[in-house]
């Protein structure tokens, strides 16, 4: 459960936002991932999505449905706000820089890394002893 004190953040962090409970649909979807039963079969998942903006945030991190609700609302809201300042989390230059890590490389850069490992391979097998 989370603490009161964390509660009344979560609740400033909106109205810096302008975000309204009258203006957040909230759906619960089923979870998945690591938490064994409890999060397979319950819906403890929360999807929020602000109606003014079209913005939407899922969120499953815990195991309870309302803390759940509560991390959802936080990361709407520094959503919006991010948006409006026109900068970017770390966490979400993060998620990006994995991104760009995971993504392939084009044929053209494939062939010039490959063949600078054979050239690399080259030098090593000629730093070896001669046998005579």
Do not use: Y
């Not at 979870?31 to 397979?40: D, I, S, V, W």
């Not at 820089?97 to 490959?114: D, E, F, H």
Request: hydrophobic share 30%; proline share 2%; aromatic share 2%.
């Amino acid at each position: 459960m989370i603490a009161d004190d964390t509660i009344a953040k979560i609740k400033e962090t909106m109205a810096r936002a302008g975000v309204a409970e009258c203006d957040l649909e909230e759906t619960f979807i089923l979870g998945g991932g690591p938490g064994g039963q409890k999060t397979n079969k319950t819906s403890n998942n929360v999807r929020l999505v602000h109606l003014p903006t079209g913005r939407s945030v899922r969120c499953g991190e815990t195991r309870s449905r309302e803390t759940n609700r509560w991390l959802a609302r936080r990361a709407l809201a520094e959503e919006i706000l991010e948006e409006e300042r026109g900068e970017k989390s770390a966490a979400r230059q993060e998620r990006e820089k994995i991104r760009r890590q995971k993504r392939r490389r084009s044929r053209k850069q494939k062939a010039r890394m490959l063949a600078d490992k054979r050239a690399r391979s080259e030098k090593k097998e000629n730093r070896r002893r001669v046998e005579l």
